[in-house]
Every structure is written in C-alpha cells, then in structure tokens.
C-alpha cells in the first residue's frame, strides 16, 4: 500500500467539471494566489483538489448561485489560511492536502480569519467549513 503524499491528485484541480468551471472560473489559479513561498504552489493545488468536490457537491444540491459564490469566496479563505498555517508551521508540509483541510475545519467551523476587516465575516465563513467538514467526514 502507497502512502499519499502530499500533492494527491494535483492533475485533478485542473480538469474541473464545466459547472465547477462556470461558478469558478479562476480556481486553476488559487494555488498562485496563496502561495507564499514555490512549494505553496503544489500543496495549493491539492487544497483545490480537495475543496472541488464540494463545490460540485453545491451545484448538484440546487444551492442559489448566491450561496454557492459566498461557500466558494470562503473555500478560498481556508486555502489561503492553510497555506499560511503551513509557511508557520513547516511540519505541515507532511499531511497530504486532505489532512490539512480537515484538521484546519471541525463540526464548529474553522479557523480564526487572519485578515478580515469585520469580525462578522467570520460567522459566513464558519458556516461554509462546517458544511465541508460534514461533507468530507460523510
């Protein structure tokens, strides 16, 4: 039995269904727009590649394309906190991008938003992880 590494299924984040493409046009772009440092970019790519069933989990569920754009604007959050987290904490780096989706989000929420301007932006974005966290734990 292989161990997964982090970057799992990287190819994955590119070849995203057309309805996943028409919500977000940009997530091939993501990992660029959280890195911090090159290999941001690999993990980066992962993250979506976790974050993107989730996304057509949404469209599928019938979710206005209100609600799925605010779920998608908060799934870009959490990347952007992971990757942080990851560039604070380098031993990181060895959980595949799964692990670190899901031991960043719980039944609660996520993780505090480091750069929010209202602290109310932090209760939509709760709500998002929480769905996730029940969505990959299912």
Same mark, same amino acid.
């Given at each position: 039995?292989?161990?997964? /590494?982090p970057?799992?299924?990287? @190819?994955? !984040?590119? @070849?995203? @269904?057309?309805?996943?493409? !028409? =919500?977000?046009? %940009?997530?091939? +772009?993501?990992?660029?727009?959280? *890195?911090?440092?090159?290999?941001?970019?690999?993990? &980066?790519? !992962?993250?979506? $590649?976790?974050? /993107?069933?989730?996304?057509?989990? *949404?469209?599928?569920?019938?979710? $206005?394309?209100? $609600?799925? #754009?605010?779920?998608?604007?908060?799934?870009? !959050?959490? &990347? &952007?906190?992971?990757i942080? &987290?990851?560039?604070?904490?380098? @031993?990181?780096?060895?959980?595949?991008a799964?692990?670190?989706?899901?031991?960043?989000?719980? +039944?609660?929420?996520?993780?505090?938003?480091s750069?929010?301007? %209202?602290? +109310? %932006?932090?209760k939509?974005?709760?709500?998002?992880?929480? #769905?996730? =966290?029940?969505?990959?734990?299912?």
């Amino acid at each position: 039995m292989s161990k997964s /590494t982090p970057a799992e299924n990287v @190819s994955a !984040a590119s @070849s995203s @269904s057309p309805e996943v493409s !028409a =919500y977000v046009p %940009d997530l091939d +772009e993501w990992p660029d727009s959280w *890195m911090i440092d090159q290999p941001d970019r690999i993990m &980066g790519k !992962a993250i979506v $590649t976790v974050l /993107t069933p989730f996304i057509e989990h *949404m469209i599928k569920q019938g979710f $206005t394309k209100r $609600t799925i #754009k605010r779920h998608i604007d908060n799934l870009w !959050a959490l &990347g &952007g906190e992971i990757i942080t &987290g990851i560039n604070r904490d380098e @031993s990181l780096r060895k959980q595949s991008a799964r692990d670190l989706v899901i031991n960043a989000i719980d +039944e609660e929420g996520g993780p505090l938003l480091s750069n929010i301007l %209202d602290p +109310e %932006d932090q209760k939509p974005f709760d709500s998002t992880c929480k #769905k996730l =966290y029940k969505f990959l734990v299912s």
